[in-house]
């Protein structure tokens, strides 16, 4: 058995099966779409058959054939669940084996993603009638800190994410349960209201590389000069702005100074989207130090008059969550990781090796990194459990080394030469590098394999038959192996946001 048989084996799951095991029990296919499935997995086998002979472009082709069929598949309603776990199993399995034969220089750098309430600021939206008494008396019985007053642009954004932006709505409160315990925790010790959570859902849907046309960047859209004010560093290999924690911690102690300055929450929200010098000059132009004044007045920006009635609809919604449909999300599991400081530059690769995770999991717990490279001194997010075993197993890498080298746990019956071919090193150097003393490697062991220097990325190549247009075009804008295109052609592509504090 090759060492990728056995990454592939050492899985959670059978690939040959067509019961999908959960949590919550099995889920079963019905035989037209398991007769898809079979043929898919039959793609895929063939696959990791080329790559252990070193046939990478063969390789490829079976990897994009089985998760064509999986994309062009019409499952039925009942088949759905468990369809889309298969998928999302056979897309690991792909990543894994892809990622078995590529060197550095073949991933793909991690993307910027668009908020996907950017289409909705600068517009209005009709009111409800019936909502106006609904929502009166649902505030009366709703304890907030932050103050939740009713108006017109509330009442029309509630309508919205009450109809057409509910999608939007659920999409986002899905994906705060990721970070939405990091983010209270981190609000409380600044004495910030717990509802500011929802200035992030508008600034982002809680998207941690999103990126606005005004270059705001990260889940609370800081400019690059205002991120540095409050201690979010940027180099050509980190941006903090992109760090959810570090992020929230400098939107917090924001917030607070702007609170401190305007002494209205209200004033504090706008200001953190136009700028504290806007909502000043408005103040000082009007006399009013009140929100809803200075919106009726129209002496702040568009985007920001609508911004804050935004955050007050959603606040009210969420606090409401059966009047508005929100009692049934499901939503991501909080994150969680452990904490490695790299000593030298160290590719993400060799992380993964070590891991025994895929490199797009990585790039997900560490957002903020710009390239696949971790810079000296940076700490690395890691799945939750690996994180002693890595420091010990990185030892053994030169630091010089660990942005181009990297390591392969051998398999049953697996030479060094055909170990070579697949990652294009020689085995006398493959050998001399690990001080063997015999030709023959042992089965289990972890091997450093040397590689030279990363080359400048290559484009992905893009195909034009096969999967539908829609779906291949999501799945191309997401990376160039098969599992990356799959798993954007599950997720979509999200849209922008122009919002971010000033």
């Known amino acids: 058995m090759s060492g990728v048989s056995r990454t592939l084996s050492a899985l959670p799951w059978t690939l040959v099966a067509f019961t999908v095991f959960t949590a919550s029990g099995a889920l079963s296919l019905s035989e037209q779409t398991s007769n898809t499935v079979a043929r898919a997995e039959q793609r895929l086998q063939q696959g990791r058959a080329a790559l252990q002979q070193g046939g990478k472009d063969a390789a490829r082709s079976h990897f994009d054939a089985a998760i064509d069929l999986m994309l062009d598949a019409s499952e039925t309603a009942q088949d759905r669940d468990a369809f889309e776990r298969k998928l999302e199993q056979m897309v690991e399995a792909i990543h894994r084996l892809d990622l078995a034969s590529l060197g550095p220089a073949d991933l793909d750098e991690p993307k910027f993603e668009k908020s996907p309430l950017d289409d909705i600021l600068d517009l209005t ?65 600044e004495g910030v209201p717990p509802e500011i959570l929802h200035l992030a859902q508008a600034e982002s849907g809680f998207i941690p590389r999103a990126v606005s046309r005004k270059a705001a960047t990260g889940m609370w859209q800081f400019l690059s000069w205002r991120g540095r004010e409050y201690g979010l560093m940027q180099s050509p290999y980190h941006d903090d702005r992109l760090d959810p924690e570090k992020a929230t911690r400098a939107a917090a102690r924001h917030l607070r100074d702007l609170y401190a300055q305007f002494g209205d929450w209200y004033l504090a929200i706008a200001a953190y989207n136009c700028g504290p ?76 090796d070590l891991t025994e995770s895929p490199v797009y999991e990585l790039q997900s717990l560490n957002p903020a990194l710009l390239k696949n490279v971790a810079p000296e001194g940076y700490s690395l997010h890691v799945p939750k459990g690996t994180g002693t075993a890595l420091l010990a197993t990185l030892q053994t890498v030169p630091e010089a080394k660990r942005v181009a080298w990297r390591m392969h746990r051998v398999g049953e019956d697996e030479t060094l030469s055909a170990i070579g071919t697949r990652f294009g090193a020689s085995a006398g150097l493959i050998a001399q590098v690990n001080k063997m003393e015999s030709p023959k490697p042992v089965p289990g062991d972890l091997l450093m394999i040397p590689a030279a220097p990363p080359a400048p990325p290559k484009p992905a190549v893009r195909r034009t038959t096969g999967t539908p247009a829609s779906k291949r075009a999501a799945a191309s804008k997401k990376g160039s192996t098969p599992a990356a295109r799959a798993a954007a052609a599950k997720k979509g592509v999200k849209k922008s946001s122009g919002v971010g504090p000033a």
């Open 277 to 352: 010098g806007n909502v000043s000059k408005a103040v000082e132009r009007t006399g009013y130090a009140n929100f809803w004044e200075l919106r009726n007045r129209r002496v702040l920006p568009a985007e920001t008059t609508n911004y804050v009635p935004i955050i007050v609809a959603m606040t009210i919604m969420v606090k409401n969550a059966s009047e508005y449909g929100l009692t049934d999300i499901d939503p991501d599991p909080p994150l969680e990781y452990d904490t490695v400081e790299m000593t030298a530059p160290t590719h993400l690769a060799l992380i993964s």
């Open 125 to 189: 939206f009709p009111i409800d009638p019936k909502l106006t008494n609904k929502v009166r008396e649902e505030l009366q019985a709703t304890a907030s800190k932050l103050p939740l007053e009713i108006t017109d642009a509330v009442l029309s954004y509630i309508n919205y994410f009450s109809t057409k932006g509910h999608k939007t709505m659920i999409s986002g409160l899905r994906r705060a349960g990721r970070y939405q315990p990091m983010i209270q925790r981190i609000l409380d010790e």
